[in-house]
Each structure stands twice: as structure tokens, then as C-alpha cells.
């Protein structure tokens, strides 16, 4: 199943096994995010999110030069020079980082090429990442003489440190996918050959868990990160107290008494 996005430039398709696979699809450009792609994303995004058929997402960039090589350049002087068009700009940006929070299903990304600028930050909106061996990642911010984006640079922090992020964001120099993996930017480095397979079974596996405790362990992390040493909210109470009055609560309970494989609807 095709999710219709407006665009050629942002795909994004629905396999039976319930993993949804969004691909950015600007090769000609390392696949450089367009505005035609920031304007797609929140509807798209909100449409995944509804979908009860689907149980993860997989972000990748179209072919094998680049996850996305961050925005797309050529557009700077008509959108980010002006302060009326970089408003505009930050209005849709916010508008991306806003679906991408509200988006419930896990999310992995798999990377091959270059993971730059924007293209590192939406990378860091996903939960997991799974890169290619050869992959570069880096913020080229500060040779380009623009301001990175607080939310860019808060995400990067929570998830590498001060340290490490004061590098990537003052050298602005590419690393490799083994720097990366050694600060904590991806979950695991890969050879190229195995990365669709590696990715593959891992969404098949969250797939098969409990849609309900999925989100839930989401959420929770999401707050755990953002607010450390805070009890859980209310609405992160409320989705943990959901699993366990669901029938997928009861099913795992049958399902591990009779020694099979459980069937769970997100119910």
C-alpha cells in the first residue's frame, strides 16, 4: 500500500508485516531536503500515526549515496536570508518536529551515505539508527555561517553529551560511521550488504511485540530523556495502565503458557 504524499520526492509504503518504509527520494541531490519534503512530512507523518495496520516506520534516503545530505542549499536565499522568510521557514520546521513528536510508532532509521546538517537532525527525531559502514555524518553549520536550530542541537546534546556535541557542532567536520557509533550517534555500524536485512529484522521484530507496550516504553523514554528524575505524566500512566488492560495483555499470558508465538492486534 502507496500513502499518497503530494510529491515524488517523499515516499512512502506499507508492507502486510505492518512496517511502513518512508523514503526520502532526491538522489540527484544526495537526497537534500526540499521544501516540497518539509511540507509533505506532518501530514504524512499523521497519517502513519493513525494507521492502526502500521507498527513501524523505517526512514532511509533513495539510493546508496545518502540517508539525506540535509537541506537543500539552493533554496537558502529565497527561504532562510530575509527574517520574513526564515519566520517561514521556522514556522515549517517546527511544523516537521511537531508531527515527528506526536508520531507513536518506533521508528528506525536506516543509513547509507551522507547523514549531514538537517539530515543528522531528523535522524536524531528517530529512535533507533542503523547505519552502513562508509556512512559520514556532521553539521556543517558553522562553514556555512547559518544558526542550527535549538531543537536540533538539544537532541544532540541529550543523546551524545556536551562534550562530543561541542565537536560535532564547532568543527564542523564530517565522522566516520565508527566515531559515530563510539559517541553514541547510531545504535550499530553494519557492512553495506547487510543493512536492508539488519534493518529488516529488526522492524520485523518490534512488529511482532505489543503495539500498546511499544508506545508506551516510547513515550516513557521520551520523558525519561527530557525530564530526568521526574515521575511519569499522566498520559505516560495512562498508556502503561492501557497495556495492561488490553487484550493483547491477556493474549501474551496464553500465548507463553502454550509455548507459542503471540498474535497481538494493538488491542
Do not use: H
Request: glycine share 12%.
Amino acid at each position: 500500500m502507496d500513502y499518497p504524499t503530494g510529491t515524488g520526492q517523499l515516499l512512502a509504503e506499507l508492507s502486510g508485516d505492518g512496517i511502513a518504509m518512508l523514503t526520502f527520494n532526491n538522489p540527484a541531490k544526495r537526497n537534500a531536503l526540499t521544501r516540497e519534503m518539509r511540507s509533505a512530512l506532518p501530514g504524512l507523518l499523521g497519517r502513519l500515526n493513525e494507521d492502526r495496520d502500521v507498527r513501524v516506520v523505517v526512514v532511509t534516503g533513495a539510493g546508496d549515496q545518502a540517508f539525506t545530505a540535509g537541506a537543500d542549499i539552493s533554496e537558502f536565499g529565497d527561504q532562510r536570508t530575509s527574517p520574513e522568510a526564515r519566520a517561514e521557514y521556522d514556522r515549517g520546521q517546527a511544523a516537521v518536529a511537531a508531527a515527528w513528536a506526536g508520531l507513536e510508532k518506533p521508528v528506525v532509521a536506516m543509513i547509507r551515505g551522507f547523514c549531514l546538517g538537517g539530515g543528522l537532525s531528523l535522524a536524531l527525531q528517530t529512535d533507533i539508527r542503523i547505519a552502513a559502514e562508509g556512512s559520514q555524518f556532521g553539521i556543517p553549520a558553522a562553514r556555512l555561517g547559518l544558526g542550527f536550530g535549538f531543537g536540533g542541537v538539544a537532541r544532540l546534546l541529550s543523546l551524545i553529551g556536551p562534550a562530543a556535541a561541542s565537536e560535532v557542532l564547532f568543527s564542523a567536520r564530517r565522522f566516520s560511521a565508527a566515531e559515530a557509533l563510539q559517541m553514541g550517534l547510531v545504535n550499530r555500524v553494519v557492512p553495506a550488504g547487510q543493512l536492508a536485512g539488519e534493518v529488516a529484522g529488526l522492524a520485523g521484530a518490534i512488529a511482532q511485540n505489543a503495539p500498546l507496550t511499544v508506545a508506551a516504553c516510547k513515550a516513557a523514554i521520551r520523558q525519561a530523556a527530557s525530564a530526568p528524575g521526574q515521575p511519569a505524566t499522566p498520559r505516560v500512566q495512562t498508556m502503561i495502565e492501557a497495556c495492561f488492560q488490553s487484550a493483547d495483555y491477556r493474549e501474551g499470558q496464553r500465548a507463553f503458557a502454550e509455548k507459542r508465538p503471540p498474535a497481538f492486534t494493538g488491542r
